[in-house]
């Protein structure tokens, strides 16, 4: 059984940091490209963040420079290091598995960046 666990999340002050973590069971973890997406209220879930097996990144232009995402194939497990974060990062945050056809999903954890 695939399953996926967010932990990480929470309240913080804008320009602060937070780093999420997304560990991995029932899948051969070096073979799927992991995401990070996030969704706002009333907004639609958006990929923020990708990397390859091979370790390749791509990020969403709103988080680059601010957000790096990271994998430990040792420890099937990806990383989301958030910096400066702004209060339009605030959202849930859903890591994603998928190779081929396949996608998975965690069950998200709560960012809110406010003041």
């Known amino acids: 059984q695939v399953q996926l666990v967010e932990s990480g999340g929470g309240l913080v002050q804008p320009g602060e940091s937070l780093r999420l973590s997304c560990a991995a069971f029932g899948i051969t973890f070096r073979l799927y490209a992991m995401g990070w997406y996030r969704q706002a209220p009333g907004k639609q879930r958006e990929l923020v963040a990708r990397?390859?097996?091979?370790?390749?990144?791509n990020y969403v232009d709103s988080v680059k420079g601010r957000f790096t995402i990271s994998r430990d194939n040792a420890k099937n497990t990806v990383f989301l290091q958030m910096n400066s974060l702004k209060p339009e990062d605030t959202a849930v945050y859903y890591c994603?598995?998928?190779?081929?056809?396949?996608?998975?999903w965690g069950q998200g954890t709560q960012v809110t960046v406010s003041s």
């Open positions: 994603n598995a998928g190779l081929n056809s396949l996608t998975n």
């Open positions: 990397i390859t097996s091979g370790g390749s990144t």
